[in-house]
């Protein structure tokens, strides 16, 4: 389904956004997965080329689009990989517009402008190894001490931890605050920090070159001008972003979906068995009917969504619909892509043995189909 919201100038910005990944992403990619990271060159010519934080302002050397050419920017980058979607859409659409809708101008023009050239990689830590979905249970805590908050706590499962030049830290600035989610707070912690470390990069089964792994603050001292927003409006600045992260994370998961069907009619088109292609086979075309019919399903939603989130409309119950039901189908379709490819399927070679790895982490991160679904459900009962 074409979305409504494209236009000849949405074309014109994917072409000139391909081109620089024909030449600067495609023929790395493989090496990128082999060596776990995305080099810090790349992050250079994405921004030179005015592919991070296409919205941010002109002031800070954005382009001011709106989330349309985000999402284009998603999808081509998905197209590559999602170890590749996955850290610079992190950086660009989900950490970034945390400065942008909640920093000072001082702190604007700290953090923006570098990190629209990319010379900046932004992070974002909330998960700790006892505390995932439930944010109100993080035990990171910091306490004010002269013009120092005193952070000390663990972080885990964070992308681009390793190369990051700054991270926002979900805390508990007051941890006698009932209910607990009311005394949560956002540091931005700036690399070289004294006490602040970066733990081991962790082995994924997939999403090979998006760097991921644990971070530890011990009595690691952030400048009191680092809080972002106010004290204790933490957990409401988190809330308020989380319909674009999901967004994103839906879109991508679509994208992958699309990619995994279309490099599987390629090769079901090309491979023969018994004397036929395996395309001939009734039960391989049914299972490419089923697929197809679903995959354009999600297309028709997602695009949907971003046209009403471009609008500004509230559409936190449909994003998470569409993020726990586009991640399920998705997971489906790698499985029976795989299937349809054979034992080739299991040959790091073909692509789709990679994106068969990358998908399953989909419906956990970014709010697991369980908590999607709790959120959907309190939505409808508690609407009118």
Not at 212 to 241: R, W
Not at 269 to 280: H, L, N, Q, Y
Request: charged letters at 30%; proline letters at 2%; one cysteine or more.
């Amino acid at each position: 389904m074409e979305a409504t919201f494209i236009t000849e100038e949405h074309e014109m910005f994917r072409e000139s956004l391909k081109r620089m990944l024909d030449k600067e992403a495609y023929p790395y990619y493989d090496k990128w997965e082999k060596e776990k990271k995305i080099p810090r060159e790349f992050w250079l010519k994405l921004g030179e080329s005015g592919f991070l934080l296409p919205w941010a302002d002109e002031k800070y050397g954005g382009l001011e689009l709106d989330f349309s050419y985000s999402a284009i920017l998603t999808e081509e980058l998905e197209k590559v990989g999602v170890g590749l979607a996955s850290g610079v859409c992190l950086h660009s659409d989900i950490v970034s517009p945390y400065i942008h809708s909640h920093g000072t101008e001082e702190q604007k023009q700290k953090w923006l402008p570098k990190s629209v050239t990319g010379e900046f990689i932004s992070a974002v830590a909330m998960t700790e190894p006892g505390a995932g979905s439930d944010l109100a249970g993080i035990r990171t805590t910091a306490r004010k001490e002269g013009d120092f908050y005193i952070l000390n706590g663990e972080k885990t499962f964070i992308t681009n931890g390793l190369n990051a030049d700054y991270v926002i830290v979900v805390c508990k600035t007051d941890t006698k605050a009932e209910p607990a989610y009311r005394g949560i707070s956002l540091l931005v912690v700036e690399k070289g920090t004294q006490g602040f470390k970066r733990g081991k990069s962790l082995d994924k089964i997939g999403m090979h070159s998006s760097d991921t792994c644990e971070l530890i603050f011990e009595d690691a001292k952030v400048p009191i001008e680092n809080l972002l927003g106010e004290e204790g409006k933490g957990f409401y600045y988190l809330m308020e972003q989380l319909q674009q992260e999901r967004l994103v994370v839906a879109l991508q998961v679509q994208v992958e979906a699309e990619e995994m069907l279309e490099i599987t009619i390629d090769y079901v088109k090309e491979r023969k068995a018994f004397g036929s292609r395996i395309a001939d086979f009734q039960n391989t075309q049914f299972k490419l009917a089923e697929m197809a019919t679903e995959i354009d399903l999600g297309r028709t939603y997602i695009n949907s969504l971003i046209s009403k989130h471009i609008r500004g409309d509230d559409i936190v119950k449909e994003v998470s619909m569409a993020k726990w039901w586009i991640s399920e189908m998705a997971k489906r379709v790698a499985s029976e892509c795989l299937q349809l490819h054979g034992g080739y399927g299991y040959i790091e070679e073909y692509e789709i043995a990679r994106r068969y790895r990358d998908i399953a982490v989909t419906s956990i991160y970014a709010g697991t189909t369980e908590i999607m679904k709790g959120i959907i459900a309190k939505k409808i009962l508690t609407e009118e």
